[in-house]
């Protein structure tokens, strides 16, 4: 299995720009998870997704982040517009969760995002 | 609201020496508990997973780690640490009825050769 596969692994842009970060989990995998980790907050989780529905967004800063989930193979989260506090890796990870269970989660390489 | 303290920002240790990482929980229940590293660069690879049973648990790369519930605990250990193990460790909570997990801030840790 390939993983979670996130792209990009890298995104410079401007203040101001859009920023759209993909995320595929691992195939069969029912929840689907959005964690951004900065010096400053650590690893804090934005949103979550189980069977493709967005469970708990409380994570989310603002309404300039925004994540969708259209199918179980494909997520995004997006940025906009993006400012220079939102420099941070944004980490995507997956699971298999049993009803009233849970499991390991399974993490992507991250993308490093820089907003200049 | 469960949450997960690591006292220890930072730790030093010589190649071969003993390690031990602290982890204090907070939660009324028995949560799941999850020990992560982190390699420069890189995403997170779980090294071990405490559900239910047995306190002691063996996780991969010749780490363990003990669930002591008296003292809110779930510490990392590995009798003699290599090179290779230099990285940050997360210790992470989780409960019944939310998947996601809750981290601790880390443990860095540095192998003097």
């Known amino acids: 299995d390939a993983g979670v596969i996130q792209s990009p692994r890298h995104e410079v842009t401007e203040m101001g720009q859009e920023v759209t970060l993909r995320c595929k989990p691992i195939?069969?995998?029912?929840?689907l998870f959005w964690y951004r980790q900065t010096m400053m907050r650590g690893l804090e989780l934005l949103i979550y997704?189980?069977?493709?529905?967005?469970?708990?967004d409380s994570g989310m800063p603002e309404d300039r982040f925004s994540a969708k989930m259209p199918n179980a193979s494909f997520s995004t989260l997006k940025i906009q517009p993006s400012e220079p506090r939102d420099s941070a890796v944004y980490f995507c990870?997956?699971?298999?969760?049993?009803?009233?269970?849970?499991?390991?989660?399974?993490f992507g390489p991250g993308t490093r995002l820089t907003v200049l | 609201a469960q949450s997960v303290t690591q006292p220890d920002i930072h730790i030093t240790v010589s190649e071969g020496a003993s390690l031990e990482l602290r982890c204090n929980y907070s939660?009324?229940?028995?949560?799941?508990l999850f020990w992560y590293v982190q390699s420069p660069g890189q995403g997170l690879q779980l090294l071990l997973k405490?559900?239910?049973?047995?306190?002691l648990v063996q996780g991969i790369k010749g780490f363990e780690a003990e669930f002591k519930r008296s003292q809110s605990s779930f510490n990392l250990r590995k009798p003699s640490v290599h090179w290779s193990d230099a990285a940050e460790y997360f210790c992470a909570v989780g409960v019944t009825g939310r998947r996601a997990l809750t981290f601790g801030s880390g443990t860095r840790l540095q192998v003097q050769p």
């Open positions: 195939s069969g995998h029912n929840s």
């Open positions: 990870a997956s699971s298999l969760d049993l009803a009233g269970g849970m499991d390991e989660q399974f």
């Open positions: 939660y009324g229940a028995t949560p799941y």
């Open positions: 997704f189980n069977n493709n529905v967005p469970i708990d």
């Open positions: 405490y559900f239910s049973g047995d306190t």
